[in-house]
């Protein structure tokens, strides 16, 4: 993810924004914390159709993970072999091996990597570089402790198994400009082919 690796760090990304926000936050020049949630919720229920529309024609099984508005399937299905694990409100970050590949809805591939490559699956920063919020939620598992990242799969994106999904453009780049073939507020669709997944630590 030539893009993702490069700019993902300079991007601010929506969960670090809601995390470190309470809601009398203001920021020299930034929005509230209750601007920033109707701007995101504003742009969520604008794309919403559009994912859909384009989950029904372009996956064989789509289904919709409510609690973030996107749309997925499962390619393939192998035993589950990893387990997440927990700490404190969070996940202990996983160190990943994947091949994938993005696109606009418009089929425009903006990433394309099909010889495995690393990744440490946490939020962005200055120091550990990280993923996009939407591959934060593709592979960590679903929880019930609502202070976690809500997965899309029970036990999380597992060795072997290989998912597609859309996201809206909150859970990607989200308003980000300059970034190489993406445009602001664009939905990705990626393709992530999983070939192993273990522990930071």
Do not use: H
Not at 36 to 41: A, G, Q, S, V
Not at 126 to 145: C, E, K, R
């Amino acid at each position: 993810m030539k893009n993702i690796k490069l700019l993902v760090v300079a991007l601010l990304a929506v969960f670090t924004v809601s995390s470190c926000m309470d809601n009398n936050d203001v920021g020299p020049t930034g929005p509230t914390y209750e601007q920033e949630m109707k701007r995101r919720d504003s742009t969520l229920n604008a794309q919403k159709d559009d994912l859909e529309a384009y989950a029904k024609a372009n996956f064989t099984n789509p289904k919709e993970d409510t609690t973030y508005g996107i749309w997925y399937e499962v390619i393939n299905t192998p035993e589950k072999t990893y387990d997440y694990v927990k700490s404190g409100q969070g996940w202990v970050p996983v160190v990943a091996q994947l091949k994938y590949k993005g696109e606009l809805m418009d089929k425009t591939v903006f990433d394309d990597e099909q010889t495995t490559t690393q990744f440490l699956i946490v939020n962005p920063s200055s120091t550990t570089g990280g993923v996009i919020p939407a591959w934060l939620i593709a592979f960590y598992p679903q929880s019930d402790n609502k202070s976690n990242i809500q997965g899309l799969l029970k036990d999380g994106l597992q060795p072997g198994q290989k998912i597609r999904f859309i996201t809206s453009s909150i859970w990607g780049y989200d308003n980000a400009t300059g970034i190489d073939k993406i445009p602001a507020n664009s939905p990705l669709v990626f393709t992530l082919d999983v070939s192993s997944v273990k522990s930071q630590y």
